[in-house]
């Protein structure tokens, strides 16, 4: 610079930019309703908790009615009801466990469990807890919900594995009357 060698330092402020990065990965992995994790959350939780060999129980819960609620009471309604289901299940489940919304009405509950008795035990009282809210006065229309349950075994399941288990056993449970859980048998 003006016949002398120079050094220039460029500076330049990149924190909108990282808040930006921040929040399309929060977007990206969390269910904008609920701001609970999402199936790509799930997932990439599920593969560290299967990594660990720790026995996990795959807890895949469907809100029994949320057509009926949406159709006769609007969409807002419907919104109270997925929430108000988060919120039951905040309370239920440990600060480790996950929880992810992975469609309409369709939940997962991953936790870790000593057994299988535990996960039984876990899931009948979730069923008994949630469905308790018209008894409380929370709504005047029965709400319920139904849930697949599948264990994990020596750790040979993935995500796909116990999905499909979880399925099979909640198609069970709404095939049988909804408002109940069964547990997948291998």
């Given amino acids: 610079w003006q016949g002398q060698k120079a050094y220039a330092h460029i500076i330049q402020d990149i924190t909108e930019k990282k808040q930006r990065e921040q929040k399309l990965t929060a977007e990206a992995y969390h269910d904008s309703l609920t701001g609970i994790g999402n199936r790509y959350f799930l997932i990439e939780q599920m593969e560290k908790l299967l990594n660990s060999k720790r026995q996990l129980t795959f807890c895949y819960c469907d809100l029994d009615h949320l057509k009926y609620v949406n159709d006769t009471y609007g969409h807002l309604e419907g919104d109270w009801y997925i929430c108000h289901f988060v919120h039951t299940m905040k309370k239920f489940i440990r600060k480790e466990d996950i929880l992810a919304r992975i469609g309409g009405d369709e939940f997962v509950a991953l936790q870790a469990v000593a057994s299988k008795q535990e996960a039984q035990a876990k899931a009948e009282a979730l069923v008994n807890i949630y469905h308790s809210a018209k008894r409380q006065g929370l709504c005047h229309y029965a709400i319920s919900t139904s849930i697949g349950v599948a264990v994990t075994i020596h750790n040979l399941d993935n995500f796909d594995s116990l999905y499909h288990n979880a399925d099979k056993a909640l198609y069970e449970a709404k ?11 291998k």
């Fill in 175 to 185: 095939e049988n009357g909804k408002n109940q859980y069964r547990m997948y048998e």
